[in-house]
């Protein structure tokens, strides 16, 4: 009689067992719904230009993608925006080579070293992509003394003369505003282009240049 008793209470347990696992894939299976089932969008929605003319028409995440995968090709504004970065960031290079011997602070200094070792590899990249995408081919009018945040030849040249707190002064003032106006060009080239590597690029200057923004506002305060 105890092996009978044993043998229906394992019976009992095992139907109990089986009995919630199924109520357990039920209950997943109804939550569970496939990407776009819901009707709700993975992503926020991209605001795409429209044709000169034209205007801007909304995007769902997966639209934008699909047309992105579908056309990668560089358009002018991603040859302009990195032929036009190569002499900012060449500019602000000129700037960081005379901090060693005239700037006072050392903070200053240091940011003067990270722009320098940012920059320098950021230069390298954009002038590859450019011979990659056969750049020197495909011509586009710019004028770099319209570059926003651009020094003009004489704010460098007084740069140049000035020693210790002067010249960190001026060194972060006209830092600011250049790494302003390369934020500007990046977030242009990023609803104007269509390249994703320059797209990608804009993404780093916008993030990089934003936190030295305010590494040096602190050291202005």
């Known amino acids: 009689m105890l092996v009978r008793r044993t043998s229906r209470a394992s ?4 139907s109990l067992t089986a009995a919630l696992l199924a109520l357990a894939a039920c209950d997943s299976g109804s939550d569970a719904e496939p990407d776009g089932a819901s009707g709700r969008s993975s992503g926020p929605a991209v605001i795409a230009p429209g044709k000169p003319g034209e205007a801007a028409h909304t995007l769902s995440p997966e639209e934008a993608e699909k047309r992105r995968a579908e056309d ?3 358009n002018s504004a991603d ?11 060449g500019q602000a290079l000129k700037m960081t080579e005379l901090a060693p011997k005239h700037a006072k602070s050392t903070q200053v200094k240091r940011i003067a070293e990270r722009i320098s070792a940012a920059q ?10 450019l011979k990659v995408h056969d750049g020197d081919r495909k011509g586009t009018s710019h004028d770099h003394g319209e570059m926003p945040g651009m020094a003009t030849e004489a704010q460098l040249k007084k740069l140049g003369t ?3 707190a002067e010249f960190d002064r001026l060194f972060l003032k006209l830092m600011i505003t250049h790494h302003e106006g390369a934020i500007t060009m990046a977030t ?4 104007q282009g269509n390249n994703i590597l320059i797209e990608e ?3 780093d200057v916008i993030a990089q240049q ?3 923004i305010s590494r040096m506002r602190d050291l202005v305060a």
């Open 201 to 203: 690029m804009a993404d």
């Open 120 to 129: 320098k590899p950021e230069i390298e990249a954009m002038e590859g992509w």
């Open 79 to 89: 040859f302009t925006y990195a032929r036009m970065m190569i002499v900012h960031h």
């Open 210 to 212: 934003t936190t030295e």
């Open 188 to 191: 242009d080239v990023k609803t």
């Open 11 to 14: 019976l009992v347990t095992a």
């Open 72 to 74: 990668d090709s560089p």
């Open 162 to 164: 000035l020693d210790g």
